[in-house]
């Protein structure tokens, strides 16, 4: 017998507030044409007055938690990837987990930018699998607007606001083919820091910061990085990329996106898109369109699915999951 993460559920949670890129092009230096041309982006949503990130990573979790039919005091693990909490401390996991009125769990952040989806899952199977938990809820959100410099139109026009979440569940298999997480992979290199990163934090300048990128390097890496990721895993897991009934990657960038799928020769009706409505969601962008693919009918339980993403860090990592 095999003990395996199984994914019970999903769920996702949206801002109230939908910018589309005429709107955004009233403040900003930039247009539709511009904006899609080079992102694929059309649509994100803001976080508005009295929406947080542990708001929102609050209620993609009671999404998760019903499609799973798991109660809240089921929960004995929660990990939230953010990279923008609440507050520097305590950690936001601990702020989901009083709304959730779950009196004792573990409860902590991971923060691995855009890839903290794949660190927070890989961090939980391990747990499950290890015996420290036996049901966990992880969760990807942030409010990356609160991190933009609204005057730098080749970065503000790329980010939005969410939250994504899954409920996972250690489960005995003895098929080598069962449900469940097959394989993870993760990566880091510090030496890249400089490319993408926030110019401020509590050690260095006591600010927030804003968000700093330089998108032609940070390109060029990431389709590198997840073409590589990606294969690793599948080898891993004894598979190789005509196996995959779905991608769900980072919502980046619809290049980045193309350019992976070319280099795997990944046929580009398997991947899961939901950059041009969501737009880049940092450690929210995996859950929240898996959850998209799962609430719409293409992914379905038995399915092979990669999860992959790449963010500031540089971070990287890929999973593969028989839904």
């Given at each position: 017998?095999t003990?395996?993460?199984?994914?019970?559920?999903?769920?996702?949670?949206?801002?109230?507030?939908?910018?589309?890129?005429?709107e955004?092009a009233?403040?900003?230096?930039?247009?539709?044409?511009?904006?899609?041309?080079?992102t694929?982006?059309?649509?994100?949503?803001?976080?508005?007055?009295?929406?947080?990130?542990?708001?929102?990573?609050?209620?993609?979790a009671r999404a998760?938690?019903a499609?799973?039919?798991?109660?809240?005091?089921?929960?004995?693990?929660?990990?939230?990837?953010?990279?923008?909490?609440?507050?520097?401390?305590?950690?936001?996991?601990?702020?989901v987990q009083?709304?959730?009125?779950?009196n004792?769990?573990?409860?902590?952040?991971?923060?691995?930018?855009?890839?903290?989806?794949?660190?927070?899952?890989?961090?939980?199977?391990n747990?499950?699998?290890?015996?420290?938990?036996?049901?966990a809820?992880?969760?990807?959100?942030?409010?990356?607007?609160?991190?933009?410099?609204?005057?730098?139109?080749?970065?503000?026009?790329?980010?939005?606001?969410?939250?994504?979440?899954v409920?996972?569940?250690?489960?005995?298999?003895?098929?080598?083919?069962?449900?469940?997480?097959?394989?993870s992979?993760?990566?880091?290199?510090?030496?890249?820091?400089?490319?993408?990163?926030?110019?401020?934090?509590?050690?260095?300048?006591?600010?927030?910061?804003?968000?700093?990128?330089?998108?032609?390097?940070?390109?060029?890496?990431?389709?590198?990085?997840?073409?590589?990721?990606m294969?690793?895993?599948?080898?891993?897991?004894?598979?190789?990329?005509?196996?995959i009934?779905?991608?769900?990657?980072?919502?980046?960038?619809?290049?980045?996106?193309?350019?992976?799928?070319?280099?795997?020769?990944?046929?580009?009706?398997?991947?899961?898109?939901?950059?041009?409505?969501?737009?880049?969601?940092?450690a929210?962008s995996?859950?929240?369109?898996?959850?998209?693919?799962?609430?719409?009918?293409?992914?379905?339980?038995?399915?092979?699915?990669?999860?992959?993403?790449?963010?500031?860090?540089?971070?990287w990592?890929?999973?593969?999951?028989?839904?």
């Amino acid at each position: 017998m095999t003990l395996r993460s199984v994914f019970l559920g999903t769920g996702s949670a949206l801002p109230r507030r939908r910018v589309t890129n005429a709107e955004l092009a009233l403040q900003v230096d930039t247009s539709d044409e511009w904006i899609v041309a080079r992102t694929g982006i059309r649509d994100r949503y803001i976080a508005g007055e009295g929406e947080t990130t542990a708001s929102l990573a609050t209620d993609a979790a009671r999404a998760a938690l019903a499609a799973a039919n798991v109660a809240p005091g089921e929960i004995d693990l929660i990990i939230l990837a953010t990279a923008t909490p609440d507050q520097t401390f305590p950690a936001s996991a601990t702020i989901v987990q009083a709304s959730l009125g779950i009196n004792d769990c573990i409860a902590f952040d991971v923060a691995a930018v855009c890839s903290g989806f794949l660190y927070a899952v890989t961090v939980a199977d391990n747990m499950l699998r290890g015996g420290a938990a036996k049901t966990a809820l992880v969760i990807g959100a942030e409010t990356m607007s609160r991190l933009l410099d609204w005057e730098d139109r080749a970065t503000c026009v790329l980010f939005g606001d969410g939250a994504g979440a899954v409920v996972l569940r250690a489960q005995e298999t003895d098929d080598a083919t069962g449900r469940g997480i097959l394989a993870s992979r993760l990566h880091a290199d510090g030496r890249y820091n400089a490319l993408l990163n926030v110019d401020g934090g509590p050690s260095t300048t006591g600010t927030v910061g804003k968000l700093r990128m330089k998108g032609q390097d940070v390109f060029r890496h990431a389709v590198v990085n997840l073409a590589g990721v990606m294969r690793e895993v599948l080898e891993s897991a004894g598979l190789v990329a005509n196996d995959i009934d779905w991608l769900v990657p980072h919502q980046a960038n619809a290049r980045i996106l193309d350019a992976t799928a070319r280099k795997l020769g990944l046929d580009p009706a398997r991947i899961v898109v939901t950059v041009d409505r969501h737009a880049n969601t940092s450690a929210a962008s995996v859950p929240l369109a898996l959850d998209t693919a799962v609430r719409d009918g293409r992914i379905k339980p038995g399915d092979l699915i990669v999860l992959e993403a790449m963010g500031g860090g540089f971070t990287w990592g890929a999973c593969v999951v028989r839904y």
